[in-house]
């Protein structure tokens, strides 16, 4: 049976009181969860993530940054090293989420420099993509997927493949004004990434963690979590009540196991 992935990314949400009191709770609502068979991951903001690395037990809940600078050190204001990072212990580094790509302009020349500072530094990177409104109106949506992943793991090895996940994002399915890939749309781009990934790194590529996001709710989890090539959930609201994401969970959960 495959491993699944289940995680959310707090973005520009929760102080640093309400991030500890959400996984505080998280933790212990899912602690019962198998570990080998149920990836948890939560990526909170910056300034929660030094008392979150103190206190959450990553063995339960893995912990990751929003985003990295590709260099060490330097003339980068505002911008955050990777070494700091480490510091934290953190183990996942979420790199071209939508809104860095869309709203910070950043580019997939970027992506491919932050994925291998991240790899290098021992985290599991964990690259976003996905098409925009206008591009799947174009009929693009596959190029511009393949585009981001040649693009994103141009020239990393293929012995990083453990240390590698890809989030499946549509650009117009996050967020408030999202709506929801439909799972026909969903399983036909994660089949797209997986052969893409099998392309980039020979058939082992196959084997990284496809997860997808956008809208994710207790209204569609279950059917996307049981189509063949999702290997997770990447969730954004649904997930930042901490009982509601546990439900959520246990329920996709059991809806994969059942059917
Ligand atoms: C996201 O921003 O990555 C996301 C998936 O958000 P939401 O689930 O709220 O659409």
Known sequence: MKKLYFGSNLKMYKNVHDTMEYLTKLQELT????????????????????????????????????????????????????????ELNLQIMELGHSERRHVFGETDQWMNLKVKAALSHGFTALLCIGETDEQKEYGISDEVLRTQLKIGFYGVSPENIGNIWVAYEPVWAIGVNGKPATPEYAQEKHHVIRECLAEIFGEKGREIPVLYGGSVNPGNSNQLIVLPDVDGLFVGRAAWDAEKFNVLIRDAIETYNNQ
């Open 31 to 86: 602690a019962d969860l198998d570990r080998s068979r149920y990836e948890m991951f939560i990526i909170p903001s910056f300034t929660s993530l030094y008392c979150a690395s103190e206190k959450i037990d990553q063995n339960l809940i893995r912990l990751g940054a929003q985003n990295m600078c590709w260099e060490d050190q330097g003339q980068f204001t505002g911008e955050i090293s990777p070494l700091m990072l480490k």
